[in-house]
């Protein structure tokens, strides 16, 4: 057997990209292609279901993502509540770097990709909300009102991602995440 050209993990990054800045529908295999280094030969061989192998693929890589850099750090023992969140929130600002990226459940949200990704996107957004709940309760706000605060979490991310991206700053982003650590720490 061939060594791949392309690690997997680079390789789903780079798919990651596309499929972020384009959305299910408007990702060719040609663009995936050609971020990919791969022939469509190639991509076809890695991912026999073509575009929809291509974006369940990202979206575990994603998920995996998220255990590492969230779940793990959220549901740890040894890491004090303010520790925590400040890390979570760092790996946030990561992942989006610092609101320059575009988030792959908004992407996904548009055109046909929400219909074929439901379960997916839900399951992904269940669990960040999960998250952002024990984190409240970590902070000592009951259930009802950590769920609350969770909900705001993630449409303070979303939202200030595309302001972000819509204005061309950076700006919007980094004043939600702030606002995120203060709806915890007040």
């Known amino acids: 057997m061939r060594p791949q050209k392309v ?34 030969a190639s991509l076809y061989h890695r991912f026999p279901g073509g575009k929809k192998d291509i974006v369940l693929a990202v979206l575990g890589y994603v998920d995996d993502w998220f255990v590492k850099h969230i779940q793990e750090i959220v549901y740890a023992k040894d890491i004090s509540k303010e520790d925590k969140l400040s890390r979570v929130l760092n790996s946030i600002n990561e992942l989006y770097a610092c609101g320059l990226e575009s988030c792959i459940v908004g992407a996904l949200t548009l055109g046909g990709g929400i219909s074929l990704f439901t379960n997916e996107l839900k399951t992904g957004i269940e669990s960040w909300l999960d998250c952002f709940s024990k984190i409240g309760t970590d902070f000592g706000y009951d259930k009802e ?27 919007p982003f980094n004043e939600s995440i702030k606002e995120i650590k203060e709806l915890y720490i007040s």
Do not use: F, P, W
């Open 145 to 171: 009102e950590s769920n609350q605060k969770a909900i705001q979490v993630l449409v303070k991310i979303q939202g200030s991602l595309i302001v972000s991206k819509a204005c061309g700053s950076t700006h």
């Open 7 to 40: 690690n997997d993990v680079e390789l789903l990054s780079r798919l990651m990209s596309v499929i972020r800045s384009k959305g299910y529908d408007g990702a060719s295999l040609n663009d995936l292609a050609a971020v990919s280094g791969l022939k469509k």
